[in-house]
């Protein structure tokens, strides 16, 4: 043993918390959370089935420390906490690079419904979370369809004279324009909460009723309205592939999957009675462990994933595990009661059984995708005469920087990351560049450079494997001058210059290193399909920010730079017409229709917009 394991042990409460092991170098080896500190630490020291990552961490264990918490959900937080700030080495470490996907219906008079990403707030409402993008949007659709409410924006809605496409369609009932009255309008809201609630019988026969009654009252017309939401939102539960029965609304399915050292979590969504989706999960292993036990990778993604995210009343899984201690943390944690089933039957198996089969699927696919990009990083370090630490491909990482303008406007700098054999997206950084000429692409670089490695130099975070820099000598020899002001390594830095026609494939690789020749890798090389793959992600990031900047700066200068227009009349602008572009589509007569702009400050305004004046008739 490491250390006396019996005399720290006797002294351990019998309370929940939070225990961290470190090894002799003292780097945090493992973080973890227990409903009785005594009892889950002992079972370490005491067990001899002990699985293979355990074991080893076991070995390496030189101290401990304990945090004593009031419950067991509080342990659950702390521990996520730490292993954020502690990054242990056998952790097993789910990567949350995405947010999930809600349907937001807006506190409006006529509420608007639309897809939304994001901190949930009280004054609108919100429906998911849902597994992906597109199962928001065929909700979304859904309720165009069979509710008709508007998708539209406020700056469109409040300024609409006519109905839109939509309307006509019969996706949208109008209320921009008047085709429904509100109290219509909000009925029609109040059953598509209903249908998203998982009501859909009691929508089906409120609908019938309505239909019955406006035929009744010879209303006919309206009759036909109904009675072409009632087949649309029967077509659409026929369709439906998977139904809930004997109440079960909202539900997440869990199943793992492991194949050699590669693990699956795939999550499977219920929510209002409708099967939404799956999404999976392919957790960091700690390095050199070559087997997990499912029952640790599937308490590694609850403890880690119901951190953030609302816990539904039901948990499905295929992995067995100490059942109530799962319900009691949970119900703890949503402060409600939550049902965790192992050996499901009727629909729940099904929903298993579909669970199960994705998972394989996805963990298939993941291995196809993973051994590709693996063997190109492999080839591309065996170019750099890179060699990682503990053979840890996992750990490499490549950091590529971009820039991107418009003839030197709205400069922004993009610093993408590849790491675990694919791209991080919660790691991408964009750096607004100010202070420089317009059009100087490097002294963009070195500040963009600068910006992201300084806190490097002061003991924040860690240098990456490779640095690509997106140019040639120049470029390249911009960012070395900012490693050597900062004491950084400089022979990380590799410029990606283009080839002839900026054909892939033809680039050169050029070293901070003066006495290091350009390298010409070829058409055919798999290190440079990698690097070619990085750089075209770091120039889609960095152009899309630069777009999305350069509109921002077009749209509100010229409103705010409007001789004779103030913050008052601004806002009367943008309430009447919803942006500059509608603005600039506006005749003087249309802007001198708003109150407080006269018929000479329109003409100014409008001449300011175009560069030119028109000439009323009457002084033709």
């Known amino acids: 043993m490491a250390f006396d394991a019996k005399a720290i042990l006797k002294n351990l409460p019998s309370l929940p918390g939070v225990y961290r092991y470190f090894d002799k170098n003292d ?101 998911g979370p849902y597994p992906n993008a597109q199962s928001v949007k065929e909700a979304i659709q859904i309720l165009q369809k069979v509710f008709r409410l508007r998708t539209c924006e406020a700056s469109v809605f409040n300024n609409r004279s006519r109905v839109c496409l939509l309307a006509q369609i019969g996706r949208c009932s109008g209320p921009c324009v008047g085709e429904i009255s509100r109290e219509d309008y909000h009925m029609d809201v109040v059953r598509a909460e209903q249908f998203l609630n998982g009501q859909s019988d009691e929508v089906m026969k409120e609908l019938e009723d309505r239909m019955m009654g406006y035929s009744q009252s010879l209303e006919f017309e309206k009759a036909a309205v109904v009675r072409d939401q009632l087949a649309a939102l029967s077509n659409i539960l026929h369709r439906q592939s998977v139904e809930t029965t004997g109440g079960d609304v909202d539900c997440d399915i869990i199943c793992v999957k492991i194949q050699g050292e590669a693990v699956c979590v795939n999550l499977a969504m219920v929510r ?52 109530e201690e799962l319900e009691g943390l949970l119900s703890e944690l949503s402060d409600k009661r939550v049902t965790v089933v192992h050996q499901p039957s009727g629909v729940r198996k099904t929903w298993l059984e579909m669970c199960r089969t994705n998972a394989d699927i996805h963990l298939a696919r993941h291995l196809a995708m993973t051994g590709s990009q693996l063997s190109r990083l492999k080839s591309l370090c065996e170019v750099l005469g890179i060699a990682p630490a503990n053979d840890d491909w996992m750990k490499v990482r490549l950091e590529c920087f971009d820039i991107s303008h418009t003839s030197g406007e709205a ?40 910006r992201r490695y300084l806190p490097v130099s002061r003991g924040e975070g860690q240098l990456p494997t490779v640095v690509l820099i997106d140019g040639g000598k120049g470029q390249v020899q911009m960012a070395k001058e900012v490693f ?108 001198a229709k708003i109150d407080g702009i006269s018929r000479d400050l329109a003409q100014r305004i409008f001449t300011q917009l175009h560069g030119q004046s028109i000439v009323p008739e009457e002084e033709k």
């Not at 702390?78 to 470490?93: A, D, F, G, Q, V």
């Not at 790491?419 to 963009?444: K, V, W």
């Open 27 to 127: 780097q945090c080896l493992y973080v973890g959370k227990a409903r009785d500190l005594k009892r889950r630490v002992s079972s370490y020291f005491q067990k001899k089935d002990l699985s293979p990552r355990i074991a080893i961490m076991v070995s390496q264990i030189e101290r401990l420390e304990t945090t004593v918490t009031r419950s067991e959900a509080e342990a659950l937080l702390l521990e996520n906490n730490l292993i954020k700030t502690l990054s242990p080495k056998y952790n097993i470490l789910f990567r949350d690079d995405k947010s999930y996907p809600y349907l937001k219906i807006s506190a409006e008079a006529f509420p608007r419904i639309s897809y939304y990403r994001g901190g949930v707030d009280k004054k609108n409402r919100y429906y």
């Open 272 to 323: 209002g009675s409708r099967h939404l989706g799956d999404r999976a999960y392919f957790p960091n292993l700690p390095a050199g462990v070559d087997r997990v036990d499912a029952r640790e990778v599937f308490e590694a993604f609850v403890s880690q994933h119901y951190e953030t995210l609302p816990v539904p009343g039901l948990i499905i899984t295929d992995v067995e595990g100490d059942k």
């Open 411 to 450: 400069t922004q700098a993009s610093c993408v990351v590849y790491e675990g054999a694919g791209m991080a997206h919660n790691l991408y950084r964009r750096f607004n560049i100010t202070g420089i000429e317009p059009g100087d692409d490097y002294a963009a670089m070195k500040q963009a450079v600068e």
């Open 484 to 591: 050597e002001d900062l004491g950084l390594d400089t022979s990380v830095i590799v410029g990606v210059a283009k080839g002839e026609g900026r054909k892939v494939g033809l680039e050169t690789l050029v070293f901070a290193d003066p006495d290091r020749e350009p390298l010409v890798l070829g058409r055919e090389s798999a290190a440079l399909m990698l690097v070619a793959e990085i750089r075209d992600e770091a120039h889609r990031f960095a152009i899309t920010g630069m777009r999305a900047k350069r509109a921002k700066a077009r749209n509100t200068s010229r409103l705010e730079d409007l001789e004779g227009v103030g913050p008052k009349r601004r806002q009367k602008l943008l309430s009447r017409f919803g942006g500059i572009r509608a603005l600039k589509n506006a005749s003087v007569e249309d802007i």
